[in-house]
């Protein structure tokens, strides 16, 4: 695995060389950050760490929504019951 380029850039300097840093992302796999008034606000990154995110956004919610399957105990109230407050013991 190599290790990503990081560079910093102004909002105003992404709009002058923004052909340029997406060269510089596209082909050397940097990544930009992207700063407005000294804030990190955005970053650009190659498309294949953007995809790595996406997959780990998905395994992330598939392991959340296996904690929740195992933790559900069956018990269930109807909408109608939920918007009136009750509690699962009334």
Do not use: H, W
């Amino acid at each position: 695995m190599t290790t990503a380029v990081n560079i910093s850039s102004s909002v105003v300097d992404l709009r002058k060389n923004l052909s340029d840093l997406i060269s510089t992302v596209s082909f050397a796999g940097a990544r930009v950050e992207v700063t407005r008034n000294g804030k990190s606000v955005a970053a650009l990154v190659p498309s294949q760490d953007l995809e790595r995110l996406q997959e780990l956004e998905l395994l992330v919610e598939g392991l959340a929504f296996n904690k929740a399957m195992e933790e559900d105990d069956g018990s269930r109230m109807s909408i109608d019951d939920f918007l009136a407050g009750k509690d699962f013991e009334d």
